[in-house]
């Protein structure tokens, strides 16, 4: 069996964690071993004692972490001072941020036995189940946080987002047709707004029955955008290109400027995907900005702000997988599950998934070859 470690996020304003008490108490009365970093739940409201009656061992600090478990849990990437203390004996699975230089991404494969990421995962029906699960979340988040923002306590032009009796309610267009782009259509039309959807993807157009009074799928143009902007109270970016380049869709600043003063740009893809021009990266301590006269909210792990309720989710979804790697050891986990195989981004230095290896510009290997060479 491989022993488990939960490590601290270390990312500012980073307050989930990977695995939740109720989650590692399962763990552990499968007899597997579960170290636990002191402090790693606290910003998610989950206390050393409740992870100690869990069966879990708490460790004073990352490095002794690192020195018990083999399979290492976080939500965000390795940072390059974690890297430095991985060996060919550790794995990791968390998120890995294909939207980072790549050459960071290159150096995680130099420095363990194997990375499993979560953007990869995916089951035998072929959905991301992990990624679907927190963009849900995300996409309820963005109407929530909409509504907020339009307030005048928040520079917004404080309209209902659903309207009134005699006031119309706000027009929302949202970028993406990706999960958390559809969950924020049908969320921001529940809530009575008039939604716009532009889709990057073709194919969507036609899969996804979401056409109804009120909200309504257009293909992603300069001409579409241009056409609703200045009518659109809030702006919502949620693209997400894990298998493909969107390099042609941009937001430009003149395009930006066809808003009126008050209107709201909520850019979830800042970090990942850039899309608009005059978005920079912002945080849940200090999550808005205003330029001529309009609020971006730019927080790329939105959920954060949700530390409690993610974990939960975040913690549900990844059981089954880390139970097998777990139980069976990284060469057996896979070979048992397709849905491993498909996390798998690197091993023993190499890069074992097509979509990275195209991403960042490395050779592509076949994990069952690199098995038989026993590396």
Request: glycine residues 8%; negative net charge.
């Amino acid at each position: 069996m491989l022993a488990i470690g939960i490590l601290k996020e270390v990312k500012n304003f980073e307050n989930r964690v990977s695995l939740c008490p109720f989650v590692v108490e399962q763990l552990t009365t499968e007899g597997i071993s579960v170290f636990v970093e002191r402090g790693a739940g606290e910003k998610s409201g989950f206390e050393n004692d409740a992870y100690s009656a869990a069966g879990a061992e708490l460790l004073p600090s990352a490095e002794k972490v690192f020195k018990h478990a083999q399979l290492l849990l976080k939500i965000q990437p390795v940072t390059p001072d974690e890297a430095e203390l991985l060996t060919a004996e550790h794995s990791v699975f968390s998120f890995i941020n294909f939207g980072q230089n790549n050459d960071r991404v290159l150096r995680l494969a130099r420095t363990l036995g194997a990375y499993f990421s979560v953007e990869l995962l995916m089951d035998e029906q072929g959905v991301h189940p992990v990624l679907k699960a927190i963009s849900e979340l995300a996409g309820k988040m963005a109407i929530h946080l909409a509504a907020t923002l339009l307030s005048v306590s928040e520079a917004g032009k404080g309209i209902l987002i659903g309207g009134a009796q005699g006031t119309p309610p706000a027009n929302i267009t949202i970028i993406g047709s990706g999960l958390v782009g559809r969950v924020a259509a049908v969320q921001g039309w529940d809530a009575g707004a008039n939604v716009t959807l532009l889709s990057a993807k073709p194919e969507n157009l036609k899969e996804y029955d979401l056409g109804r009074d009120g909200l309504s799928v257009l293909p992603f143009s300069d001409q579409q955008i241009n056409q609703l902007l200045p009518t659109t109270d809030v702006l919502i970016v949620a693209v997400h290109a894990l298998h493909s380049s969107l390099n042609n869709m941009n937001i430009s600043k003149e395009q930006i400027q066809l808003l009126k003063p008050g209107s709201i740009v909520m850019d979830l893809s800042v970090e990942s995907t850039p899309v608009v021009e005059t978005s920079h990266v912002t945080s849940v301590a200090q999550p808005t900005y205003i330029s001529d006269g309009i609020v971006y909210y730019c927080v790329p792990n939105i959920t954060s702000a949700i530390p409690v309720t993610t974990s939960k989710v975040y913690a549900a979804n990844i059981f089954p997988y880390i139970l097998t790697l777990a139980k069976y050891g990284v060469q057996s986990a896979i070979k048992r599950s397709p849905e491993l195989l498909s996390a798998v981004a690197f091993y023993r230095g190499k890069t074992t998934s097509r979509t990275l290896s195209e991403r960042v510009g490395s050779t592509f290997y076949n994990i069952f070859e690199l098995f038989d060479m026993n590396l």
